[in-house]
């Protein structure tokens, strides 16, 4: 099995800046697609980016310039840096995993911003 933990989020003003960080542990977790997405109340998840092993990136439109997602293949964490946060961005972020056709989800962070 796959565990995702999730830390970091909280909340911040309108121009601001978070972290969100993410560590997998199990069986068979290295090299896999990682990802981050979000949900707000009465919407659907949406991407918000996501990084294959070998550093390849994408990202949903609404957060290009602004976020950027990372990894470390051996500590097998995933970050992401977002600045110049709005309060559109106010969401429960989840990190992602795929891995053997299979989708792995952390707990959630709640990243809220005041206008």
């Known amino acids: 099995q796959v565990q995702l933990v999730e830390s970091g989020g909280g909340s911040v003003q309108a121009g601001g800046s978070l972290r969100l960080s993410c560590t997998a542990s199990?069986?068979?977790?290295?090299?896999?697609?990682m990802g981050w997405y979000r949900q707000s109340p009465g919407k659907e998840r949406e991407l918000v980016a996501t990084v294959t092993s070998g550093g390849t990136t994408r990202y949903g439109d609404s957060v290009k310039g602004r976020f950027t997602i990372s990894r470390d293949n051996v500590k097998i964490t995933e970050d992401l840096q977002m600045n110049s946060l709005k309060p559109e961005d106010t969401a429960v972020y989840y990190c992602?995993?795929?891995?053997?056709?299979?989708?792995?989800w952390g707990q959630g962070s709640q990243v809220t911003v005041a206008s």
């Open positions: 992602n995993m795929e891995r053997f056709g299979s989708l792995y």
């Open positions: 199990g069986i068979m977790v290295r090299n896999h697609p």
